[in-house]
């Protein structure tokens, strides 16, 4: 509603404990760690990429890690798939 805004749904969770932002088991904890880590200004860019990767690129299973284009800042895109 045109208020900064970090609404950790499904991708977002799913996104920021791949990238290794932050370490939480459920959505509601992710929110909270990305409002502490990512400045206010940044709230609703990071959330909409996240929600826009994480519906395109990002799967919750079987993710394009080898068509993404931040999987070298990826923990688990250098982790846990063959390069």
């Known amino acids: 509603f045109g208020q900064p805004a ?5 991708h977002v969770h799913r996104i920021a404990n791949r990238l290794g932002w932050v370490r939480t088991k459920a959505p509601e904890e992710t929110e909270k760690a ?3 880590l990512v400045p ?3 709230w609703s860019d990071v ?10 690129v990002c799967m919750p ?11 070298e ?4 895109g250098r982790t846990q798939l063959p390069q």
């Open 34 to 36: 990305l409002k502490e």
């Open 73 to 76: 800042f990826c923990f688990y």
């Open 61 to 71: 299973i079987i993710p394009k890690c080898q068509r993404c284009v931040i999987r």
């Open 40 to 42: 206010k200004p940044l």
């Open 6 to 10: 970090i609404a950790a749904d499904v």
């Open 47 to 56: 959330n909409k990429l996240f929600v826009d990767h994480g519906q395109r």
